[in-house]
């Protein structure tokens, strides 16, 4: 088992930066690849930016790509979103996921464990 924690959300105003994390506890982490999904009310949860199990490779969404970056440290069992540029479309709850594998999958059934998501909010 994998229990996974998040914080650092908040409400930001357009332009500004977040860095949420998620830390991670049970089983050895680096065994694990990552990634951060968010949902908006009324929508779908989506995929946002996913990091290897090596730290080594990182994936983005079309949307945060160029202004979000997602890193881990591995001996910390942290892994990170660092948001900056934020925009009224990215409020949403921001969740982080783990699978035992080494590449993100996109597709969120592909995780097994999630933490109990962090809120967003970005004010125009």
């Known amino acids: 088992q994998v229990q996974l924690v998040e914080s650092g959300g908040g409400l930001v105003q357009a332009g500004e930066s977040l860095r949420p994390s998620c830390t991670a506890s049970?089983?050895?982490?680096?065994?694990?690849?990552l990634a951060w999904f968010r949902q908006a009310p009324g929508e779908e949860r989506e995929a946002v930016a996913g990091?290897?199990?090596?730290?080594?490779?990182?994936r983005y969404s079309y949307s945060v790509q160029g202004r979000f970056t997602i890193s881990r440290d591995n001996a910390r069992n942290t892994v990170w979103l660092q948001m900056n540029s934020l925009k009224p479309e990215d409020t949403a709850v921001y969740y982080c996921?783990?699978?035992?594998?080494?590449?993100?999958?996109?597709?969120?059934?592909?995780?097994?464990?999630w933490g109990q998501g962090t809120q967003v909010t970005v004010s125009p």
């Open positions: 996921a783990a699978v035992r594998t080494i590449m993100p999958p996109i597709i969120q059934d592909n995780y097994d464990y």
């Open positions: 049970g089983r050895p982490f680096n065994d694990y690849a």
């Open positions: 990091i290897s199990r090596n730290g080594e490779t990182s």
